[in-house]
């Protein structure tokens, strides 16, 4: 059955890549014509991945301020819920797609330390009974080893962003199990079932065939892969959701122009929240992709919420 | 949001609470990094709802600046030219005011387009205010260092009204040294005040059609006094 449907998928793949965009788009049941939405403007398939790559281009030396200015530091905590939700152990493979600055990677590698932290003082403890030289010799060993051999991949399109995160990186001390590859969600540059975890914080919104990048999620993952998606979503409570667009309107823009120099990139930015499918949209086109036990977890009413999946 | 009510390339439309955010973020933004002139700008623009239509009567009513307005002539490097403005004699304005962009390192491209001007006319007078704003630096003999611009704030100030000039002169002089602060309250200020009041508005000149003119002539029709010999 599994076999059929990859086979199916992969004949798909296939078509699209040699077909016509509006014939396929179509034949999907997707909106007809090369016709996209950025923000609430509208444009071409190929003016919106432009578009798109220059906002990101202009903001990513501000983006971290700017994310701490708009969302008053709460990303912060979003992002923990997500790795914390993840749950990795070490020896974890983690993909972070349109993982840019690096944020989701460096907490997942704290992440994984803290835990082989835990397990190699549950091994200490075991060992109490050794000599102090043999504990000595076991902290050798393991010296080297204080991540487990968990790695995070950060694939981003964008080079000004990875960049950024590279810096970053540097800046913050985080050395190893990191790598970072330039890679478009919608087309990885990676093998089928390799990773174990697929992550996508604040990206999903900004790729353009929102349909390609799920089903390479479903592809570079391990069979019992989990796919894990952080993004803005649609707030249903009618009061919240009018303060919501006051301040996503009026505000935030403003800040843009204030902090980065740039109102049009943060006004893109609240047209696209708006413009993203809502939860159980999302939930369905996860599906679709061949996901199974997916699920939804809103934050904060619905201002942010978490998609979860699993390759079975 | 904004295609629908663009009245002018670059135009972006704001609500008044808008406004009111941007006037209050750039002005401390200006305040805390000076090197963001990008602010200085756009506290300008929000702030100018009573500056700017006052400044654009006072031009449509003299004959000078009604043809300005009709003609909307932009100073920027590919509207100079710059062989001919060097070649004037010493003296004349076009002389003058390409040897303040040579020795300053200054070009008139660097004005900022005008953006949250919501009429079409009163963004060409402040890009007229901005694009001008070098040669009052000529006309008033004033380098582009610290003092030199305070003291330029000061006159445009008094000239214009804009509350981003009034700010600028106001504020400009806290990262001044004392013996600049002294130099600068007991001589320049007070000449530059006194020109400011005295002067017809700078503005109403098209100063494209008068590079062969000698500064002194330009300055004594103007009404500005002659600077005081002090070094800035």
Redesign the interface.
Known sequence: MAAVRLWRWRCRCRALLSRPAGAVRAQRGLAAGPEMHFG??TVTEEERREKIYQVFETVAKKYDVMNDSMTLGIHRVWKDILVHKMNPCPGTLLLDVAGGTGDIAFRFINYVRSVRQRQLQRKLKHNQNLSWQEIFESYQEDKFNSLGDSQVVVCDINREMLKVGKQKAQRLGYSEGLSWVLGNAEELPFDDDKFDVYTIAFGIRNVTRIDLALQEAYRVLKPGGRFLCLEFSHVSNPLLSRLYDLYS???I???G???A?D??SY?YLV?SIRQFPPQEELKAMIEDAGFFKVDYENLNFGIVAIHSGFKL | MEGWHQLYPGHIPTSPLQKALLAAGSAVMALYDPYRHDMVAVFGETTGCLALPNLRDKMRNHPEGYRILQERPRIRLSTLDMARLQGLPDGSLGREYVRFLEDNKVSPDTRMPAKFVDDEELAYVIQRYREVHDLMHTLLGMPTNMLGEVVVKWFEAIQTGLPMCVLGAAFGPVRLSTRKLQVLATELVPWAIRSGLNASCVLNVYYEQRWEQPVESLREELGIFPPPAVRV
């Open positions: 609430f403007q309107f009026q505000v823009p403003v800040l122009e204030v902090i120099g109102w049009r006004q047209e």
